[in-house]
């Protein structure tokens, strides 16, 4: 598939057709610099919905494990509570300490799996907000890259009006760092 257009009959050694496959070169690139761009942009978008998730996961999770350490810390304190009064001589009757040991036998237990629930929940949180930077750092760097390719549809703009072909060449260079940190940062975490 050909961008030129053949000379006009009549035409055809006066040099309009090179300059016609000149006139698609900026045109084109500045499509494809704009394409790139809007694809970087869209990933982009896509990294920091998927980090805001990501980052609510880590701070539910959070949330769970204040709720269990209250919950344990209370089981804690009925525990003490039962062994202090065993501890004591106020409850004498043999029926009533075995009820008591027997009731602070399953706070103990019952809070020990209270405080494995706790500390599953936090690493959890932990594991969710160290997956929310990595997905942000793979975000900065599409935005980066998205940032270059719209300096590089600038540049064809001006290239464009001003027929200079170098600030094209340096907008084509800039799309192509832009190309680079669009696949780093496709790579990153997700």
Not at 98 to 118: G, I, K, P, W, Y
Request: a neutral charge; one cysteine or more.
């Amino acid at each position: 598939m050909s961008f030129t257009h053949d000379a006009p009959a009549g035409r055809e050694g006066s040099g309009e057709g090179t300059e016609r496959k000149r006139s698609v070169v900026v045109p084109l690139s500045t499509a494809i610099f704009a394409v790139l761009a809007a694809l970087s942009t869209l990933f982009a978008h896509n990294r920091s919905i998927s980090a805001l998730s990501v980052k609510n996961e880590a701070i539910l999770a959070q949330s769970k494990a204040s709720d269990r350490y209250a919950y344990y810390q209370a089981r804690r304190v009925t525990y003490h509570l039962y062994a202090a009064l065993l501890q004591t001589d106020l409850i004498a009757r043999p029926k009533v300490r075995d009820a008591l040991q027997q009731a602070a036998n399953r706070e103990q237990t019952s809070s020990l799996s209270v405080l494995a629930d706790a500390k599953s929940f936090e690493a959890k949180a932990a594991a969710d907000e160290d997956h929310a930077e990595a997905i942000l750092r793979g975000f900065e760097t599409l935005e980066l890259a998205s940032t270059l390719f719209e300096i590089a549809i600038v540049l064809g703009s001006i290239s464009a009006l001003s027929d200079n072909r170098a600030v094209l060449a340096f907008g084509g260079a800039l799309a192509t760092l832009g190309c680079g940190f669009l696949v780093f940062g496709l790579m990153q975490a997700r």
